[in-house]
């Protein structure tokens, strides 16, 4: 029996397939092909916005690695070794024992404390100083003055302990010249122990005076002038301006030099290598010195890694100190 035209079964043939088939020749079937590319779990982005900062910070992090952390680590294996390369041992702490027991290093430890205790209040002060008369109105050419007081900061230290040491020469030397003329005798600057901190506090106070007394500068042009107007008023004489506005107000750069300038003498070297060579007597002999002596002339370096652990630990626990005793209490 046949079936009605509406009752028979759909037609399966090519062209029916064809029909009912999804288009992808246009562009609606490319773009779909597209957004199911972009699904894959295979491809990812791999640069997307937050790694971007990482990216950027990637060259100093490595730098850091390389040139800081890598040697540090390695500095503090050495100091656990005794001998050179190939017979270089493993010896604990003996290094560090040796260093509570060394005579010399407490000599160059106490060189250095005499010239902290004295060249840092002194130059510092005297920035100070010299920040206040710059920064009055009072004062002619003010720029020029600034500039002539920063000029000895860029001046290299190696050539600063040269001059000076000329300067400082006990026959031809321009200071002994100076000091003749008001009928005093010479003065042995380089060959007197006493004399030879001296002549290295001088060159430190000349080279560093004018780098502190700028930052100062700048702290006090940082001071609302309204202050000093209300102090004023209300009677207020320039010393109690000074202590009670002035002082408080730069304490944070105070702090910051106190710090950078005691790190500095703690590490120093360049001035008395060059004037005097540590002497005479090891008068003059400082830690980084006596460091420099053991690891580049007696190539000795564990127990010069040890001296620079040692320094290390006195810098840290000086500056926690200071920081602790001058900065803002809350």
Do not use: C
């Not at 500095?75 to 001998?83: A, D, E, N």
């Not at 002194?122 to 002619?140: I, Q």
């Not at 003055?145 to 600063?160: D, H, I, K, M, N």
């Not at 003498?265 to 001035?271: A, G, I, M, P, R």
Request: aromatic share 10%; net charge positive.
């Amino acid at each position: 029996m046949s079936l009605a035209p509406s009752e028979r079964a759909p037609a399966t043939g090519p062209a029916t397939d064809l029909a009912t088939a999804p288009a992808t020749g246009g562009p609606a079937g490319r773009a779909g092909h597209r957004r199911a590319g972009r699904t894959r779990p295979g491809r990812r982005r791999v640069l997307t916005r937050d790694s971007v900062p990482y990216l950027l910070i990637m060259p100093a992090v490595l730098g850091f690695a390389i040139f800081k952390a890598y040697p540090i680590a390695a500095s503090f294996w050495i100091s656990l070794t005794t001998g050179n390369g190939d017979a270089s041992r493993f010896a604990g702490l003996a290094n560090y024992r040796r260093l509570l027991n060394d005579p010399l290093f407490w000599t160059a430890l106490k060189n250095t404390a005499l010239i902290l205790v004295v060249q840092v209040p002194l130059m510092l002060g005297l920035a100070l100083l010299v920040a206040l008369g710059l920064n009055s109105t009072k004062v002619w050419l003010r720029p020029l003055w600034r500039l002539g007081v920063f000029v000895p900061s860029l001046t290299g230290l190696v050539a600063a302990g040269v001059m000076f040491s000329v300067i400082l020469n006990r026959d031809a030397g321009l200071l002994n010249w100076v000091l003749s003329l008001f009928g005093i005798d010479r003065v042995n600057w380089l060959g007197s122990s006493f004399w030879a901190r001296v002549g290295v506090v001088l060159v430190i106070t000349w080279h560093y005076t004018g780098y502190n007394a700028v930052m100062y500068l700048a702290g006090l042009q940082g001071i609302p002038k309204e202050l000093y107007e209300a102090a004023m008023v209300d009677g207020a004489g320039p010393v109690r301006r000074f202590l009670s506005i002035t002082l408080p107000q730069l304490r944070p750069i105070l702090l910051l030099t106190v710090v950078l300038s005691t790190i500095g003498t703690l590490q120093l070297f360049d001035e008395p290598y060059v004037l005097t060579g540590g002497g005479p007597d090891n008068a003059t002999l400082t830690v980084t010195m006596y460091l420099y002596n053991n690891g580049f002339k007696y190539f000795d370096f564990g127990y010069a890694s040890a001296l620079a652990y040692a320094l290390a630990l006195i810098v840290s626990v000086l500056g926690i100190l200071q920081v602790r005793l001058m900065g803002e209490r809350r």
